[in-house]
């Protein structure tokens, strides 16, 4: 099953990252995508699920009620309707199909969150999972994953024969899989590695990574000059922030898109 694809080269593209049931910040975000010119694009790189427990609320950061079935929900009738709307797994994703589970707010948090639920929506919500993605390639220079991958994959197309069940993998896919969905930044020339053989694949000069997975108070940070992390869950409210940028611009360097990253709030 398709686990990437292409971007056009034309229009403009929306990426925001881990929400974490965050519903407030989801809205802020579809309200943003909706009232852009068309052709306009949103990927949102992953991990929509699993918020605070009761517990947890009572810290700062994370004073939001969990409402990671209404942001699935809504995404699953959203994507229905606009196929310029698109979804790449997270870590905490992945436990509802097949990946292990998490336990950041909760014990076993997908046991949790399938216990908030009922089996009917918890299969739509497996379904919703399984048919996402675990790259996407922007010709304008952006490669955009959820975690940010080591230079494990040796084709992009081997994405493609990649199983969201770990089981129906070998060790190399299996690690591929892990390096794009739990990975923290990586080595400049580790990124670069991957990027220079992902190019070659695709025939594209692809430069930068946009990923997600990771947190910071101050909304974004860049690793080994070739990897940029913007951040909605795990920044102060003030700095949390999304990439908003032309598809016809090229990159080559993370530092031209600074200019790039808005604050979701302002
Ligand atoms: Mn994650």
Known sequence: MKKYTVLPEKGRLLIST????????FQTLKEFFFCQEEPVYWVI??????????????KNLYDYSDRSWDIVSELM???AKNKNIYYVLGNHDH????????????????AYLRSSITSKQHLEMQYFFQNSLLAIVVPNGLLLTHGSPDDTLLNIEDL???????????NYQNEVLCSFLSHYGQEEQVTANLLKRLSQNLNL?????????????DGWFVEGNNQLCPVIFGAEKQNKSY????????FTEVSQLEKYIFTIYH
């Open 243 to 250: 990439v908003f940028v032309d598809l016809s611009e090229k």
């Open 77 to 79: 009738d959203l994507m």
């Open 95 to 110: 436990g509802h199909i097949g990946g292990r589970t998490t336990r950041k707010f909760h014990q076993d948090e997908v």
């Open 205 to 217: 000069s692809i430069n930068v990574v946009i990923h997600g997975h990771d947190r910071s108070l």
């Open 160 to 170: 493609n024969d990649i199983s969201f069940d770990p089981k129906e993998n070998n």
């Open 18 to 25: 881990d929400l974490h049931g965050n519903y407030g910040d």
């Open 45 to 58: 790189l992953g991990d929509a699920v699993h918020g605070p427990s009761r517990e947890h609320r009572k």
